[in-house]
């Protein structure tokens, strides 16, 4: 199914759809903001969100995702918070409903999934685990094998790109691989 193309993906957005997606997604969101509508189909505003993984898939963008009435509840509930700023560096897992009903027809949508990811945070005090990251981020160029097993704040990962850069790798020539190339040191 996965070399399929959804026949939705002809119509253009700038923000994440179902139709991007092939199951299952799991995000950590980067910030969420109140941004008037990229799509300039309306001159509504929404709560949005951006992630800190760069690709939903090798070579493919991953796009923001407006956050509607019922996702927005789903991470006021995460985080114990109303406020859209408290919603940083939660750890989502996105899925599409094929229940979602817009305008009294069933469409199908996004939904995030109310419960939270539990992943270790890895910080350089890791000193094996922090090595075997930034041994991925050098092989691979990103960080999505070590973003499996584990999250870190976008602190820490900028400390890891930075010691990477330090140690002579060049990042701009650095090209994600193929995903059934990747490897991951069992223990990252």
């Not at 980067?30 to 300039?40: G, N, Q, T, Y």
């Not at 949005?48 to 509607?68: D, H, Q, S, V």
Request: hydrophobic share 35%.
């Amino acid at each position: 199914m996965k070399d399929k193309t959804h026949y939705r993906k002809a119509f253009t957005s700038p923000y994440l759809a179902s139709s991007d997606l092939d199951g299952v997604l799991n995000l950590t969101i980067k910030r969420v903001i109140l941004e008037d509508d990229k799509s300039k189909r309306t001159k509504d505003s929404f709560n949005t969100a951006y992630f800190a993984e760069e690709f939903i898939r090798p070579g493919e963008k991953l796009k923001p995702m407006i956050l509607n009435v019922t996702n927005c509840d789903v991470l006021k509930k995460m985080s114990g918070s109303s406020y859209i700023d408290d919603w940083c560096g939660l750890l989502i897992t996105v899925f599409v409903d094929c229940n979602v009903k817009m305008k009294k027809e069933t469409v199908g949508g996004l939904r995030i999934m109310p419960q939270a990811i539990s992943k270790p945070f890895l910080t350089p005090a890791h000193t094996a685990k922090w090595e075997h990251a930034k041994a991925a981020f050098k092989r691979d160029g990103n960080l999505f094998k070590v973003f499996e097993k584990v999250t870190m704040t976008q602190e820490h990962q900028e400390q890891l790109m930075k010691e990477c850069e330090d140690s002579g790798v060049d990042l701009k020539c650095v090209t994600p691989v193929k995903q059934s190339e990747y490897e991951v040191p069992s223990d990252v």
